[in-house]
C-alpha cells in the first residue's frame, strides 16, 4: 500500500482511501483503461476523417508508371565480308577450269545471294563462311553453295532454294529416338541370329552434329557369332540429314 500526499491539507493519505483522514477530502479517481482506449478510437476516427478531406495532389505529382518501350524488331543478321570467295585462276583453278568465267561469275552472284537469304534465318547468328559445295554442285547451271554460321550452323542453297525459307542441316537431322530405334533394327538385320541380339542398357549414345545435321548413335550388345558363341559389339549408325544411313559392327 503506497501513501501520497493530500492536494487539500497537505496530510498523509493512503492510495487506497477513499478521502483524507485529515480534511476529508475526496481522492482522485484514475481514468481506467477502457476509458484510455475509448478516447484512441476516438482519436484514430478524427484523424482519419481529417485525411480523407485533404485535397488530392497535383496530376504531375502523382506517380505515373514508366511506359516500356517496344522491342525492336530483329533484322537481318550480320554477314562477314571475308565470307565471300574470289574465283581467280591462281586460287581456284579447278573451279575456273570447269565453269568457266561465266560460270564463276554466276557462282559468286549465287553466294551473295544465298548469304543475303541465310542473314534472314533466326538460326544463323552471323553468315561466316560461304564457299560451292563440289558434290551438290555440277556445271554449267546446278549451283549449290553451303552457308556456315559463327553458332555452327550450316545451309545448303541450290538454284531453287533462294525463294524458299532458309533451313539449317540440323533442322533436317533425324531425332535421337528414331535414330535409335533404326540402328537397333539394322543391326537385328545384320546379325546371323537376330534373336541372341541383346542390347546393353547403359551402351547407348546418340548425338547431333549441327553443321552437318548427322545424327549419330552407339549402341553396345551381345550377339551369337557362326558358333554360337556372344560376342560383344559395338555398332555405330550414322544417320546424315542428307543421303543413306551407315552402319559399322565392331567387336568390343
Not at 66 to 93: E, H, L, M, W
Not at 202 to 211: D, E, I
Request: proline residues 9%; hydrophobic residues 35%.
Amino acid at each position: 500500500m503506497a501513501v501520497v500526499k493530500c492536494k487539500e491539507c497537505g496530510g498523509q493519505v493512503s492510495t487506497k482511501a477513499e478521502s483524507c483522514p485529515s480534511c476529508g477530502a475526496k481522492a482522485p479517481k484514475k481514468t481506467s483503461r477502457v476509458t484510455w482506449l475509448v478516447l484512441i478510437v476516438i482519436a484514430l476516427l478524427v484523424y482519419q476523417a481529417v485525411s480523407n478531406d485533404a485535397p488530392p495532389k497535383p496530376a504531375a505529382q502523382a506517380a505515373a508508371p514508366v511506359a516500356k518501350a517496344p522491342p525492336k524488331p530483329k533484322g537481318p543478321a550480320p554477314i562477314d565480308p571475308s565470307a565471300f570467295n574470289k574465283y581467280t585462276v591462281d586460287q581456284y583453278p579447278r573451279t575456273v577450269k570447269q565453269w568457266g568465267a561465266e560460270g564463276v561469275k554466276r557462282i559468286e552472284a549465287h553466294e551473295r545471294a544465298a548469304a543475303d537469304l541465310i542473314a534472314t534465318s533466326p538460326k544463323c547468328d552471323e553468315v561466316s563462311m560461304i564457299g560451292l559445295s563440289e558434290q551438290r554442285s555440277s556445271p554449267p547451271g546446278n549451283i549449290v553453295v553451303f552457308v556456315d554460321c559463327s553458332n555452327g550452323e550450316r545451309f545448303y542453297v541450290g538454284p531453287n532454294d533462294l525463294k524458299a525459307a532458309p533451313v539449317a542441316q540440323s533442322q533436317k537431322a533425324v531425332g535421337h529416338n528414331a535414330a535409335t530405334q533404326a540402328c537397333r533394327e539394322a543391326v537385328r538385320a545384320s546379325s546371323k541370329f537376330p534373336s541372341s541380339v541383346d542390347f546393353s542398357t547403359f551402351g547407348q549414345r546418340a548425338s547431333t552434329q549441327p553443321t552437318t545435321g548427322n545424327t549419330v548413335v552407339e549402341l553396345d550388345f551381345e550377339a551369337k557369332n557362326g558358333f554360337g558363341n556372344l560376342i560383344p559389339q559395338t555398332a555405330r549408325c550414322i544417320f546424315p540429314a542428307d543421303g543413306k544411313p551407315e552402319i559399322t559392327i565392331l567387336n568390343r
